[in-house]
Every structure is written in C-alpha cells, then in structure tokens.
C-alpha cells in the first residue's frame, strides 16, 4: 500500500543510516536558542555556524515569543544550558507584509470557509515587535539575568542577521 509519506520515510532511513546523535543528552551544547519563523528559506542552525546539537530550535509564524515559546525559553535556560537566546525574525515574511484581514480574505479563499475566529498575530512593525519580544524574554521572573537576549532580522536574500536590539 502507498502512503502519501513513502518518499519521506524513504529518506528517513537514508538518514538514519547516518545519524551520529545517538545517545545524545539535549542539552543546549552551543548555549544557544533561538526563535524563528517557520519560514523555509530559513536554516537556524547553519545562519549561525552551528550544527544539531548546538542549540534549541522554536519556530512559529513570524517567530515570535508566545506563550509556549517563553515556556521553551524557561525550560532551556534553567535546564538545558542555554545562556544566550536569540529572536529572529525576517524579511519578506507573509507575518509582516499582509493585514490580518488579507491574510484572513486567502484563508477563507482556500477554504471556502470563514477564518477570522483565528487570530493570527500579523506582525505591523518588525523592529518594534522584535524589541517588545526580546523586552519579554529579558523581563521574564525565569529568565536568570545573565542570559543574554538579543533580536534581530534575518535578510532571505542575503542571508545576513541585523542585529535590532540586545538586552
């Protein structure tokens, strides 16, 4: 029988073969986390010359600090090692570059159905969202106060960070 996933599992075990994490212990070995967008022009860990292993990896739509990534935040920096934290958003994002309403307008397009129950957390200023998500995290009764926290924009074209605040 065919499944819709073969050619992933497929590679699955191609990767498998290979894969040299066994035993690993989760920890944060670059002392690193970063949240990001789930964009897929971006690769978190090779932007930043690390490898699998080296740091926490949060991805949501325009990478944002929710709820749930502060959770992740917590648990990395008081039990995983994480000393530094790094919130990247980046250009081009639909996040970013759509109102709520337009993105809601091709939601509903696809769908045939209506979307705005959905808050979906556009994104109006990056830099000023950014400096209030790196204020979150810094601000945090968790967070101890020698992590480091810094925000920045990932260029998709160029490949560059710009730093926009640290904290």
């Known amino acids: 029988m065919s499944s819709a996933f073969d050619d992933l599992l497929d ?3 191609t990767y498998a073969a290979k894969h040299d994490l066994k035993g690993f212990d989760g920890i944060a070995h670059a002392g690193v986390a970063m949240v990001t967008c789930m964009d897929s022009r971006i690769d978190p860990l090779q932007m930043i010359g690390l490898s699998p292993g080296d740091a926490k990896i949060l991805r949501n739509p325009g990478g944002r600090v929710t709820d749930q990534a502060l959770v992740a935040i917590v648990l990395g920096v008081t039990l995983l090692k994480v000393r530094r934290v790094l919130v990247v958003e980046h250009t ?3 996040m970013a ?3 709520e309403d337009e993105l809601h307008e091709r939601i509903s397009a696809f769908m045939g159905a209506d979307s ?3 808050s979906l957390g556009v994104i109006e200023d990056q830099e000023k969202t950014i400096r ?3 204020h979150r995290v810094r601000s945090h009764p ?3 106060s020698d992590v480091r926290v ?3 924009v990932y260029d998709v074209d160029t490949g560059l960070l710009h ?3 640290e904290a």
Do not use: E
């Open 11 to 13: 590679a699955n075990r």
């Open 92 to 94: 081009r994002c639909a």
């Open 97 to 99: 570059s759509s109102t």
């Open 116 to 118: 705005t129950w959905l």
């Open 132 to 134: 209030a998500d790196v």
């Open 142 to 144: 968790l967070v101890p």
């Open 150 to 152: 810094g925000g920045f």
């Open 163 to 165: 730093p926009v605040t």
